[in-house]
């Protein structure tokens, strides 16, 4: 299985080894020292997370010969888009608001190869005892209008630090290989990006590329399915 840390990555191996690069927001600067430590404690959440989904492919691939995970990406949330979510909603921007009210400041994405193993993967994770349900969205099942699916979980883990044991939030995002792709583009070609000139019509066509997705997703899952019945294996 590929570890593969979004583009911020090394910021986040500093943030563990070294708190002081953690950029403060000005609006922040009066918490600048526990804003650092919650970071720091996102991203250990983050670990935490990370390692257990490891586990969980780990042993699927040795039971079932395949891996149910292509790769694992992680964030944690730039200090200016905490800001700019804490304002957009109308909320005090200070370190309690954030970690009272964004359940996206640490991320997990999970990239899997099928559709069924997004649902086994989720169903493994939050079976864990340790781990917390807050809540779940299936954007799989019920697709936004404009095409988008994911398999989105707030999950709340308890991560012990030297004097305190301190719940976290995290939001894990699992989806395949082909909602990846469709949802990477859609980021850099539209979603968020009220741009003059953007008509219905790229919208629509956005939406019919999202479901040719799905359905390949469907037709490669059922292939998979027939090697299967036929006493075949995937290889890993
Ligand atoms: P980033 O940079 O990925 O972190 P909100 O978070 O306020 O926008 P909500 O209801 O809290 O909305 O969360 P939602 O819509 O369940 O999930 C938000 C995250 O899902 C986004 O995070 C994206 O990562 C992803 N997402 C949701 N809808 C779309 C979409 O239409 N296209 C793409 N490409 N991604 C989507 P952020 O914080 O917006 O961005």
């Not at 994405?109 to 559709?115: E, G, L, T």
């Not at 989720?122 to 917390?132: E, F, G, K, N, R």
């Not at 630090?161 to 395949?176: G, L, P």
Request: with cysteine; glycine share 2%.
């Amino acid at each position: 299985m590929n570890i593969n840390m979004n583009p911020n990555s090394e910021l986040h191996q500093y943030v563990v080894n070294v708190p002081n690069v953690v950029q403060v927001p000005d609006v922040l600067v009066s918490q600048a020292e526990e804003f650092k430590a919650a970071i720091m404690m996102y991203t250990c959440a983050i670990r935490e997370v990370k390692t257990k989904l490891e586990v969980l492919n780990d042993e699927l691939s040795v039971r079932n010969q395949r891996n149910p995970i292509e790769m694992i990406k992680s964030r944690v949330k730039k200090p200016m888009s905490i800001v700019e979510k804490l304002r957009r909603r109308g909320l005090p921007v200070s370190l309690e608001s954030m970690m009272d009210h964004l359940d996206d400041v640490a991320g997990i994405r999970v990239i899997c190869s099928f559709v069924d193993d997004i649902y086994a993967i989720a169903d493994m994770l939050v079976s864990q005892d340790d781990i917390t349900v807050i809540a779940t969205k299936d954007y799989i099942k019920n697709p936004k209008p404009n095409g988008y699916r994911s398999y989105h979980l707030i999950i709340e883990i308890p991560v012990f630090f030297s004097h305190e044991k301190r719940d976290m939030r995290v939001e894990v995002q699992i989806r395949t290989i082909a909602m990846d792709f469709w949802a990477s583009l859609d980021h850099q070609l539209k979603y968020k990006k009220e741009r003059e000139g953007d008509s219905d019509e790229i919208s629509e066509d956005l939406r019919l590329c999202a479901e040719i997705i799905a359905g390949t997703d469907q037709k490669m899952l059922e292939i998979r399915k027939s090697i299967e019945a036929k006493g075949g294996t995937v290889k890993k």
